[in-house]
């Protein structure tokens, strides 16, 4: 019995293994620069972040070609003038997208975990970004206010939506 639960558990390993491989092959048809990251590969994280991110298991999607940062991003994502980090996590067969506080490893917040989708890509969204675009969306009525940047999430040159975080939660627009 301990021979057959040891060969089915190798068994969904490969099978797992494989799959990711050919989802690799598959984007990489089409974007040929696309790559899974350790965090210890991207050089501009903070040591202690990246050691957190190894801890999660986390593989971070990237797009090496491209020059826009994608993906492992800086911003004012929680309050004006506090420098923030957000990562896309692919951990498994799920991607989220975490936040790191004042580039701190306490208290991260976890936010849109979803099933992977390696066409999936986060980015900054400065609050003069937003506000253009409230206005853009919503030509009738005023805007909100946007004090400090938001997160653009969806996939590849396709509508996304964007986080931002107002009065202690994540809104979604």
Known sequence: MMKFLLGLAVSAALAAAASAQTGLKEIQKDWPDFRYLEPKQ???L???IKADLEKRGCKIPSFTKW???HNVI???FLKPGQRD???LCRHQDKSSILIYPGSATADVQ???SEDHDPYRIIH???AFVLHKRAIRDNPAEPPPQFDHDGIEDGPIQKAAIVLYYRDGEWIEF
């Open 42 to 44: 991207v050089r501009e």
């Open 46 to 48: 903070p040591a202690l």
């Open 67 to 69: 020059d826009a940062r």
């Open 74 to 76: 800086q911003g004012q």
């Open 85 to 87: 980090w957000a990562v």
């Open 110 to 112: 976890m936010v849109r």
């Open 124 to 126: 900054t969204a400065t």
